[in-house]
């Protein structure tokens, strides 16, 4: 049994998060790192959810007017030139193709960081009229930016997948719709799917997508006091549409610049999910991105091995035709201890234990991941019953993520307040906020917090009168926090 | 409507196929140019289809025991070394990266042009017992090979979409088994989703795989007498095993080399499949790939134009409500026959007509794409009648696809004949063959064709019993044929 010994995840959420998300991540088989610095392999463990999360979204965009597509992977470089703010954005974070076998490139290809700069120029090219808008394109893929920081599988590689969302429209109310219909979809994701309380809020000025009039995003708390920028969609105004010539004839043939739009969801959101639910045990996942959501497990012996098994193996049937991804494991070489284990570092939302007594009295016994409650049920509506628990895992580990951030959102109205804060209790700390970036600068030298969110609405007033670090008159209020 | 005249195909798929071909993929909005030789946009219907295709194939993977997984873009030219076969054939053709950011990378890295490399030393690590194997992983994702050829959307482009599975077997019986199974699937692809008849063979020594024990090939016929190699198939023995270290303690603990597989299919299953069944008028999709399977056309005068959309769009829910993909064209800007023209560009199978005598006799007629076979049926059961329709849409399309191959596998006894035959009429030609790569040369030399398969079967006998070019003891038959 020397495979006990790997099974367990030695660190400590508490004490050394780094440490153990990583070993979290390799010994549940999620992923791997690759030779190159900065690289990962994802495993089959891991890409079974990133499908999940896949199907999920993709749906919601085909049910509302996005269509998929596929750009090149490389874009010339006198492309990325022609919206100057996204090539002084991204310049130093691009991985350079020059030679194509034995001979040097004309032109450099950047390896795409985001699409917007070889996706706008087709979408000026395929727009001719207004019955042309709005068009809505969607792409999954893999992005490439060459940050030189230690590589945090999900959350910090040089190469990511992502969807990126790319859409015109006749106006700014068409587009700033649209910017919100992608952001409350992915608040969906996180509510229903990922069971994790989303933040909706707006970048500030000074940390938006280069070239965008305003950039949402969706924020996440992590259980160490972090934010992690969980998805985000931007309203891009008529930049690219004009920087691109991105037109279209109204409906009295005036010539028009469309307004466009870009969202996307990276495998960040992953890195979020295990980092929020996982427990020292390994991994916890919501039954809504489980490759496996309910393991059954038969405990026998030699006497009632066939009874047991045979009543385990039904058991699981039923589950699966009623649509439960459900796995029997009935090895021979492995005690239940060293299953449930197993089951527990793989993150299986529901444990079935089925032994002689379950099987005499007609019974199953359900224990859930996390929290081990336990509770022996009738056999009869056994896919019923299941599904029930199934959904309760689901809204405890919501309600334990909702506690959290409840308690981490704080106030402060001065520099020292922030500081002290954010020092001690990590989460956010809301102020008011004079708009200028010069006052973030100061929390940022001093303990790396910087300004996350704003209110998604402008209009909204400001919690105090003054800007808590300069004292002028407050514009907003700012959300500070650390991040990821 | 000036917009009439761009719908209609200018060029001859007969006398003009090439740029026949070239016309279709644009009009029918598959894909466009990007700016740099060598590569394409998929466009949404393109896309569409190639998610289809996708659906198709990994629901089968995964039913047959394959995980999917995602390995890195990029690969370090040492790794690229490790297997010099792969090197050697791949090494011309490799889009390198040499620069991250303002920097040059110490080790250039290849853009994957195929992922053995990169994925073997995974295997390496993750398999340690006979109790890790069978393990099949499968990526989705685009490669880039550097080929200095013109482009053709989808069948020769810089960057093309694929899967490439790679799997670790205990022995040569496992993998070999692994290969078939794979090749039988893609089979099933071409047969049953694509309506195209596969031939099943083996591709000469010559022109294996880099690496490979045996290379497998799906060939179908294009309507120009050009083959194409539709998908393969690899049996790469302890090649990559040994140079890679793949190895597994067998149920004696003693320490045994796997044997692996590698196959692929790409979008040049896109290219066949526009080139066999389309024609003069536009795109032919069959059913289980059209992104619209039905579409129903209300033709309407003023006076009875309610109870006719009506009509039309309570039959166009029904089907939708019944599953299938339909699209009720109601638009008021557009004339029948300019609907039916566009419709037909883009592929749709089936077209249901509702006029004014629909409505008052209760019925609908039906229109097959692309033999214009028109059925008035009763509007009672509709959706069972166009699923049958669309059953003998694809029928069609298969049949007359099969027929168009039937008579073109032809015998030739010696070069003169081949190289007439082929000349004359293209298509395959069989002949007995010693095995040696040199008989190929003075086919190659003359016509550009070459031995583009030999029988599954090692041990068929073969044909005639001399080889055809220079008349030694016939080995095998090969079929000759130029190919895309």
Redesign the interface.
């Known amino acids: 049994m020397s495979g006990e010994q790997e099974l367990g995840i030695t660190e400590s959420k508490e004490h050394s998060p780094g440490e153990w998300y990583a070993e979290v991540v390799q010994k549940a088989g999620l992923a791997?790192y690759?030779?190159?610095g900065g690289?990962?392999?994802?495993?089959?463990r891991g890409?079974?959810i990133?499908?999940r999360i896949q199907n999920n979204l993709d749906g919601w965009f085909k049910n509302t007017g996005v269509?998929?597509?596929?750009?090149?992977?490389?874009i010339?470089e006198s492309?990325l030139e022609k919206e100057k703010d996204v090539v002084e954005g991204f310049?130093?974070?691009?991985?350079?193709?020059?030679?194509?076998?034995?001979d040097e490139l004309e032109e450099?290809?950047a390896?795409r960081p985001t699409s917007e700069s070889?996706i706008a120029?087709?979408m000026a090219?395929?727009t001719r009229s207004h019955r042309d808008l709005p068009m809505r394109?969607n792409q999954w893929?893999?992005v490439?930016r060459?940050e030189?920081t230690e590589t945090k599988p999900f959350f910090r590689t040089?190469?990511f997948?992502w969807q990126e969302g790319h859409t015109a429209h006749a106006d700014e109310d068409g587009a700033w719709e649209e910017t919100m219909t992608r952001l409350d979809q992915y608040a969906r994701l996180y509510e229903e799917v990922m069971a994790m309380p989303p933040l909706k809020g707006r970048k500030p000025p000074h940390d938006k997508f280069p070239g965008a009039h305003t950039t949402t995003t969706i924020e996440t708390l992590m259980p160490d006091g972090k934010t992690v920028q969980a998805a985000t969609s931007h309203y891009l105004g008529t930049s690219f549409g004009e920087a691109f010539d991105i037109t279209y004839a109204d409906a009295d043939e005036e010539e028009n610049t469309a307004h466009t739009t870009s969202w996307g969801l990276s495998w960040r959101a992953m890195g979020a999910l295990i980092m929020t639910h996982s427990d020292d045990q390994g991994l916890v996942l919501p039954p809504a991105l489980a490759p496996d959501q309910v393991v059954v497990v038969p405990i026998w012996q030699e006497d009632n091995k066939d009874e047991v098994i045979d009543y385990a193996a039904d058991l699981a049937a039923e589950l699966d035709e009623d649509g439960v991804r459900v796995e029997l494991d009935d090895r021979e070489h492995r005690n239940p201890g060293f299953k449930y284990n197993e089951h527990e570092l793989h993150g299986v939302p529901l444990r079935v234990e089925i032994g002689p007594h379950e099987v005499e009295d007609g019974e199953a016994t359900l224990v859930h991941r996390p929290d081990g409650e336990t509770e022996t049920v009738d056999r009869d509506g056994i896919a019923d019953t299941v599904t029930d628990h199934l959904d309760t895992v689901h809204a405890k580990l919501y309600a334990d993520a909702e506690e959290t951030l409840e308690g981490e959102i704080r106030e402060a109205e001065s520099r020292e307040e922030i500081l002290g804060t954010i020092g001690q209790h990590g989460g956010y700390v809301k102020c008011g906020w004079c708009g200028d970036e010069d006052c973030e600068e100061p929390i940022k030298d001093a303990i790396a917090a910087e300004i996350v969110m704003v209110p998604l609405d402008r209009d909204e007033e400001p919690i105090h009168d003054d800007c808590a670090i300069c004292g002028e008159d407050a514009e907003e209020t700012a959300y500070f926090a650390k991040s990821y």
């Open positions: 791997d690759a030779p190159m690289f990962i392999v994802t495993r089959p890409y079974a990133w499908e269509q998929n597509a596929y750009f090149p992977l490389f010339p492309y310049d130093p974070e691009v991985a350079w193709v020059t030679h194509g076998g034995h450099r290809l390896v070889i120029p087709f090219q395929w394109l893929c893999s490439v060459w030189a040089k190469e997948l």
